[in-house]
């Protein structure tokens, strides 16, 4: 069975400053990772995932995440955060193979002008 | 990338009545289908895998029955919201996983339900 956990359910930066969403999972198979942004009513867009390649993973608008297995995390991050980023983001797991993702409760990013 | 695309964007019901949301993945076959709920400021919960020419399997506490699901080809499938009461306003999103070595899950745009 697989789970997420994303420690903060709200994520205030100001604009330039670091983003850092935190996301840690417990999965019983080597996990397949991703991290989704969705804007409000409306679907969501992946940012990112982690298919056992590399370990540092970068996807769309300047985002990027590691995966650590002996920390059982795979944070997002940002380096300069833009008005535009404000938005619900959530971690996902899965197992290989045609299975559903399970999702993490959400961190609502605010970006501070 | 693979598109999702699912219908209507939003509707609004009066209690009693059904509603159908479609779901199409576009352009790849989809065998299985994920079917997901969320509430105001919550994450999305699974409600149910759509299985192309089968039944769908249905979580934990989901009424088979109020939540029909259909996935009658490899592109298509359908939820109906049966005798829709004001609980059942909600935003539902349906998934797709590409099958061609793609393991990244598609996303519809979402539903907003509001039964009144």
């Known amino acids: 069975a697989q789970s997420v956990t994303q420690l903060g359910s709200h994520v205030s930066v100001s604009e330039g400053a670091l983003v850092l969403l935190r996301c840690n999972y417990s999965?019983?198979?080597?996990?397949?990772l991703f991290w989704y942004v969705q804007y409000p009513n409306q679907g969501l867009q992946l940012l990112l995932k982690?298919?056992?390649?590399?370990?540092l993973v970068k996807g769309i608008n300047g985002f990027e995440a590691e995966f650590k297995k002996s920390e059982t995390s795979f944070h997002l991050t940002k380096p300069s955060a833009h008005m535009s980023d404000a938005a619900e983001y959530f971690c996902?797991?899965?197992?290989?193979?045609?299975?559903?993702?399970?999702f993490g409760k959400g961190t609502r990013l605010s970006v501070i002008a | 990338g693979a598109v999702v695309s699912q219908h209507p964007s939003r509707v609004i019901c009066k209690s009693g009545t059904s509603v159908k949301i479609e779901c199409r993945s576009l352009?790849?076959?989809?065998?299985?289908m994920f079917w997901y709920r969320q509430f105001p400021k919550q994450s999305l919960m699974l409600m149910a895998t759509?299985?192309?020419?089968?039944?769908?399997?249905?979580e934990q506490g989901v009424e088979k029955d109020k939540f029909l699901i259909n996935h009658a080809s490899l592109t298509l499938s359908t939820l109906t919201v049966t005798s829709a009461h004001p609980e059942d306003s909600s935003f539902y999103i349906c998934?797709?996983?590409?099958?061609?070595?793609?393991?990244?899950?598609?996303f519809g745009q979402g539903t907003r339900l509001t039964v009144v």
């Open positions: 996902a797991v899965s197992a290989t193979g045609n299975t559903p993702l399970v």
């Open positions: 759509s299985n192309e020419g089968s039944k769908a399997t249905y």
């Open positions: 352009d790849f076959q989809a065998t299985t």
């Open positions: 999965s019983s198979v080597p996990p397949y």
């Open positions: 982690y298919t056992s390649a590399a370990t």
């Open positions: 998934s797709a996983r590409d099958l061609r070595g793609n393991t990244e899950a598609f």
